[in-house]
């Protein structure tokens, strides 16, 4: 087999290398509108006449200069990519609608491969947008002014991408494939900035490119708006509890739905069995275990739907701008915003997300406080246990419900414990690492596309089930097997399971909790979704005479207190119970100190608050 | 009537009112001058102040076809020059 022909894209943060190379490539790599969602190099196989391509996504930079220690091995790693690997053709990626620092790039990037001689194209992507403020790109003057080809493309809607296509063909035909060569430095001083460039860079910009004037008008004006004193606050507010609202109430008839789906089908699975462990392995482990995570799903889903949607109306980095002065009280930023947005629905991605934070520091401080906001994983503990626990009443004419308040009060606790530990951890621990003030650039406000953020909510939705539902499987139907046997009653107190919970008892006790919720907890260290899955199994087993019921409802006649339950879910919104989220940090912090300290900093933090809350309730 | 040349910096500009980057403090590290002048903010540039945001934070300046958000302590390091009419 040949050697196959690589592709480079390069371009500033959120020029849309991202949508360029999902459309290259036919992956699905997160796109947003915002700065810096690309944190990795990526690379995949292009698709269709490119097929003999592999293609490579960069992280955006603004120059070859670097703010911050992470930065600085990011802009290294392209820096010797440039240097040392052949690439067939450079695609140079910038902003239509905002030419002056794509261009500075480009006439930058054009210097330094001319040493090597490889070929660039210059992409204008969002030329859709030029075209809607009916403006205009002089597309010729511009490729006669930098001497290089110039491709107007949308890489939303697909406009350009066939000349596109024949382009990188033409200009990688006369080459050999990239081969490994060896390395040969390039010269330093060429990475150095050059005000010469920049200065030419304007100067074409304004000569060929559209009036930013016209183009920025529309924004800044609803900037005048989204970002007003008084207004724009009211309106940030009113987004977050919205979004916290639409979780429980939106998701309502959704989770009624599979609620349904899985009580009949469980009935008419088990109608199959006789009776005996075959059909109560069905009934409890299957139906009652895995089935009664699966009811929170939706939650997930419109979580989502709603940060996406947020992502790329370009809402969000006003968010963040508005959210830095009251985040920077408490030793984090604007840009540590989205970050914690997204750990509201997995903190996996968002401690990823934290190497959007410029400032080492902040950064530190963000992936710390993550674990703290409370992920989907979280929703269906609290899901369940409010269920269980807080009758179903409304106010405000139906808007308003009582549960749906209940859990906006759990987002808000993790939320202001994660402010507290930061607070306290910026003025000691976190001093070592060095600081960088706060600049963001604000994109431009953007309708947001509904087909790619359903999918893409579908897919992650999806992708987390298939994430948890293989560790939920096992633990269920482990615990069921040690539920069950070793008489095969189904009598737990004899049981293997009712053994170990009858040991740990003491240690729940504390916050008034029976066996069965010691024994959750415990399987739950993993995963912490699976608590919900092994009480399903538990009470399942129980119950088993009264086939499946819904487990709130069974919660509900346990005799599970008030204080308990409060307890439990003051315990599920501290303790740290992901093993991914561990090994994320540890990666993230290159400190296995980090990751094991803040697993049991938190873990002994939620049993303390727990006991706390038990007794104040009781 | 005459015109005048007030000596400030970005934090300085009240809304509305535009400028002429004139350098950086002295304070500002050589790697945050770098990073700014690659945004736009070179000597000689106009720069525009767009408003100010909720609860204290950051200012929004446009300069050249970008608009950015400033924290007081980045834009206190970027000095600037108005011009005013005094009779």
């Given at each position: 087999m040949g050697k196959r022909s690589q592709i480079l894209i390069i371009g500033n943060p959120n020029v849309g290398k991202s949508l360029l190379f999902n459309r290259l490539t036919g992956l699905k790599q997160k796109v947003a509108n915002f700065p810096g969602i690309t944190v990795e190099v990526l690379s995949?196989?292009?698709?269709?006449?490119?097929?003999?391509?592999?293609?490579?996504?960069?992280?955006?930079?603004?120059?070859?200069?670097?703010?911050?220690?992470?930065?600085?091995?990011?802009?290294?790693?392209?820096?010797?990519?440039?240097?040392?690997?052949?690439?067939?053709?450079?695609?140079?990626?910038?902003?239509?609608?905002?030419?002056?620092?794509?261009?500075?790039?480009?006439?930058?990037?054009?210097?330094?491969?001319?040493?090597?001689?490889?070929?660039?194209?210059?992409?204008?992507?969002?030329?859709d947008e030029v075209i809607r403020s009916k403006e205009l790109l002089d597309v010729e003057g511009l490729s006669k002014a930098l001497d290089l080809p110039v491709i107007p493309v949308s890489a939303r809607n697909g406009t350009g991408f066939e000349r596109m296509r024949e382009l990188i063909l033409?200009?990688?035909?006369?080459?050999?494939?990239?081969?490994?060569?060896?390395?040969?430095?390039?010269?330093?001083?060429?990475?150095?900035?050059?005000?010469?460039i920049a200065e030419h860079a304007t100067g074409l910009s304004r000569r060929y490119g559209p009036r930013s004037d016209v183009i920025l008008?529309?924004?800044?004006?609803?900037?005048?708006?989204?970002?007003?004193?008084?207004?724009?606050?009211?309106?940030?507010?009113?987004?977050?509890l919205l979004l916290f609202q639409a979780i429980f109430s939106w998701s309502s008839p959704l989770m009624d739905g599979i609620q349904t789906l899985i009580l009949s089908s469980g009935n008419w699975s088990a109608s199959w069995f006789a009776e005996g462990p075959d059909r109560d392995f069905v009934n409890e482990a299957l139906f009652g275990g895995v089935?009664?995570?699966?009811?929170?799903?939706?939650?997930?889903?419109?979580?989502?739907?709603?940060?996406?949607?947020?992502?790329?109306?370009?809402?969000?980095?006003?968010?963040?701008?508005?959210?830095?002065?009251?985040?920077?009280?408490?030793?984090?930023?604007?840009?540590?915003?989205?970050?914690?947005?997204?750990?509201f629905a997995c903190a996996i991605p968002a401690i990823m997300a934290a190497r959007a934070v410029d400032s080492p520091?902040?950064?530190f401080l963000t992936?710390?406080?993550?674990?703290?906001?409370?992920?989907?994983?979280?929703?269906?503990?609290?899901?369940?246990?409010?269920?269980?626990?807080?009758?179903?009443?409304?106010?405000?004419?139906?808007?308003?419900?009582?549960?749906?308040?209940?859990?906006?009060?759990?987002?808000?606790?993790?939320?202001?414990?994660?402010?507290?530990?930061?607070?306290?951890?910026?003025?000691?621990?976190?001093?070592?690492?060095?600081?960088?003030?706060?600049?963001?650039?604000?994109?431009?406000?953007?309708?947001?596309?509904?087909?790619?953020?359903?999918?893409s909510s579908l897919g992650k939705s999806f992708s987390f089930v298939k994430k948890a539902g293989g560790v939920i499987f096992v633990v269920t139907v482990v615990i069921w097997f040690l539920g069950y046997f070793p008489d095969g009653s189904g009598n737990l107190a004899t049981s293997y399971?009712?053994?170990?919970?009858?040991?740990?008892?003491?240690?729940?006790?504390?916050?008034?909790?029976?066996?069965?919720?010691?024994?959750?907890?415990?399987?739950?260290?993993?995963?912490?979704?699976?608590?919900?899955?092994?009480l399903g199994t538990l009470y399942g087993i129980e119950a088993a005479d009264e086939h499946i019921s819904s487990l709130a409802d069974v919660l509900k006649n346990s005799g599970l207190t008030l204080a308990s339950g409060m307890a439990l879910l003051v315990f599920y919104a501290v303790a740290l119970q992901c093993a991914s989220t561990v090994a994320v940090i540890h990666k993230e912090t290159r400190s296995s100190k980090a990751a094991i300290g803040v697993l049991v900093f938190y873990s002994l933090l939620a049993y303390v608050l727990g006991v706390i809350t038990f007794n104040i309730f009781a | 009537m005459r015109i005048i040349i007030i000596m400030g910096d970005l934090w300085t500009l009240k809304v509305n009112q535009v400028a002429v980057v004139s350098g950086f403090s002295t304070s500002m590290t050589e790697a945050f001058q770098g990073r700014l002048s690659a945004l736009g903010f070179r000597s000689g540039q106009k720069v525009f102040c767009l408003g100010e945001t909720p609860f204290g934070g950051p200012r929004i300046f446009q300069i050249g076809d970008s608009v950015f958000s400033l924290a007081r302590d980045l834009a206190r390091g970027i000095a600037v020059e108005t011009l005013e009419m005094q009779s």
């Open positions: 995949g196989a292009g698709e269709g006449n490119l097929s003999n391509f592999d293609v490579v996504d960069f992280p955006g930079l603004y120059s070859f200069r670097a703010m911050s220690r992470d930065e600085e091995v990011a802009i290294e790693n392209l820096k010797t990519a440039l240097s040392t690997a052949r690439y067939d053709v450079v695609l140079c990626v910038m902003d239509s609608t905002r030419l002056e620092r794509g261009l500075s790039l480009a006439l930058h990037l054009k210097k330094i491969l001319s040493q090597t001689q490889t070929p660039i194209i210059l992409v204008s992507n969002m030329i033409e200009k990688s035909a006369g080459l050999a494939p990239a081969v490994a060569e060896t390395p040969r430095p390039l010269d330093a001083a060429l990475f150095q900035f050059q005000p010469e008008k529309t924004h800044n004006r609803l900037d005048k708006v989204f970002l007003s004193g008084a207004f724009g606050g009211l309106i940030f507010i009113a987004t977050m089935g009664s995570f699966l009811v929170f799903v939706p939650q997930i889903f419109i979580l989502f739907i709603i940060i996406g949607f947020l992502e790329d109306s370009g809402y969000l980095a006003r968010a963040a701008i508005i959210s830095h002065r009251p985040l920077s009280l408490f030793g984090l930023s604007g840009r540590s915003f989205v970050p914690m947005l997204s750990g520091k902040k950064r992936i710390l406080v993550i674990p703290l906001l409370t992920c989907s994983a979280r929703l269906p503990v609290y899901g369940l246990l409010i269920a269980a626990l807080i009758p179903k009443k409304t106010a405000l004419f139906g808007l308003v419900g009582l549960q749906g308040l209940v859990f906006l009060g759990l987002y808000l606790f993790g939320l202001l414990l994660a402010l507290i530990v930061s607070g306290i951890i910026s003025q000691t621990s976190a001093k070592n690492y060095s600081d960088t003030p706060f600049i963001i650039e604000l994109p431009p406000y953007r309708w947001p596309s509904i087909k790619p953020i359903l999918l399971l009712g053994r170990v919970g009858h040991a740990i008892e003491p240690v729940f006790s504390p916050m008034g909790l029976n066996w069965k919720f010691g024994v959750a907890i415990l399987t739950s260290f993993l995963a912490r979704e699976v608590f919900v899955g092994t | -």
